[in-house]
């Protein structure tokens, strides 16, 4: 496709339950970032990835909270044991170089219930 | 302390109505990124900007590098223009966003 692609759109999921959220960024394109957006917030930045390696994950809110990107290109964040405040937004988006044009994907609206 | 300030944080207007939203920073920038985004939580890339104006249908961005401001204005304004705008700074060592809260827009017709 022509943009970044996030899948699911939305996902509902049980207290407890494990998800995974996948983010196909523009072929080719070397940065990627994480973000998640709570309910009437901004967007806040999970982690960051330079091809397949994850140079900054400091904003990943515990150790539930796992993305990766084994061949640089597709990746996926993964929530363990979901807890109702992981109900977010979670924001893809990627860019061709360092500092380079950056795409945003549409999100996945995640809801814990 | 928040590296991007958005305002106003809600705006009402007519239908009709030219609507401006503002964005300051306070980062070092490789450009600027206004979103849009829908009740649905989907997200659209209005703009990036590095410096000056854009413009795409009703929808003008600008940008004060110097200032470090940016604005976005919606002329004629509609309905279907509702959303929650999001200004977004890319910063110049590439390996952050900063976001601002966004400002929710509901045009009343």
């Known amino acids: 496709g022509a943009g970044v692609s996030q899948s699911p759109r939305y996902k509902v999921a049980k207290r407890g339950q494990d998800v995974a959220l996948r983010c196909d960024p523009i072929s080719g394109h070397v940065s990627l970032f994480w973000y998640q957006q709570a309910l009437g917030q901004g967007p806040e930045f999970l982690t960051y990835?330079?091809?397949?390696?994850?140079?900054?994950k400091s904003g990943l809110p515990s150790d539930r909270f796992f993305a990766e990107r084994p061949e640089g290109s597709v990746s996926t964040l993964k929530i363990q044991r979901t807890q109702q405040e992981d109900s977010a937004v979670y924001l893809c988006?990627?860019?061709?170089?360092?500092?380079?044009?950056?795409?945003f994907g549409q999100g996945t609206r995640l809801t814990v219930v | 302390k928040n590296e991007v300030e958005q305002s106003p944080q809600n705006l009402t207007a007519q239908e009709g109505e030219f609507i401006t939203i503002n964005c300051s920073y306070s980062v070092g920038i490789s450009a600027l990124h206004w979103l849009q985004q829908h009740p649905g939580g989907g997200i659209v890339s209005l703009f990036m900007l590095s410096s000056g104006k854009k413009k795409h249908g009703r929808l003008i961005a600008t940008i004060n590098i110097q200032e470090k401001h940016s604005s976005l204005h919606i002329t004629a304004s509609h309905p279907r223009d509702s959303a929650v705008y999001i200004c977004?700074?890319?910063?110049?060592?590439?390996?952050?966003?900063?976001f601002g809260t966004g400002t929710s827009l509901t045009v009343i017709p």
């Open positions: 988006a990627s860019s061709s170089i360092l500092r380079g044009p950056a795409f």
């Open positions: 977004a700074a890319g910063s110049n060592t590439g390996n952050q966003f900063y």
């Open positions: 990835f330079q091809n397949e390696a994850q140079l900054d």
